[in-house]
Nanobody
Framework: VQLQASGGGLVQAGGSLRLSCAAS????????IGWFRQAPGKEREFVAA????????FYVDFVKGRFTISRDNAKDTVYLQMNSLKPEDTAVYYC??????????????????WGQGTLVTVSS
């Protein structure tokens, strides 16, 4: 599985960005996709995940109501719409694939494949 994250950039606080994660190499509907982020000097943390069919989503508390994860299985792509961005959202954002047949996890260790990351910078 290859994952390509894109869509990062510089935005002012209160603004929006949409990240994309394009996948290839395996049946896209067979794995959960998660978004994680890592700020300088901090550990990688879970942001959101979406089920194989796209009908179930999971979010960490501090992005609920601001971020929306979705997937287009026809395009083998997962999106992370980020609204009301805050300076503390500044980080490198990574998408990852969990190939286990059931369940989901917010632990990076659970995920089998990772994209290269895309930098999001939110200015105050």
């Amino acid at each position: 599985v290859q994952l390509q994250a894109s869509g990062g950039g510089l935005v002012q606080a209160g603004g929006s960005l949409r990240l994309s994660c394009a996948a290839s190499g395996r049946d896209f509907t067979s794995y959960v996709i998660g978004w994680f982020r890592q700020a300088p000097g901090k550990e990688r943390e879970f942001v959101a995940a979406i089920s194989r069919g796209g009908g179930i989503t999971f979010y960490v508390d501090f992005v609920k109501g601001r971020f929306t994860i979705s997937r287009d299985n026809a395009k083998d792509t997962v999106y992370l719409q980020m609204n009301s961005l805050k300076p503390e959202d500044t980080a490198v954002y990574y998408c990852a694939a969990d190939l286990r047949p059931t369940g989901y996890s917010d632990s990076p260790a659970r995920y089998d494949y990772w994209g290269q990351g895309t930098l999001v910078t939110v200015s105050s």
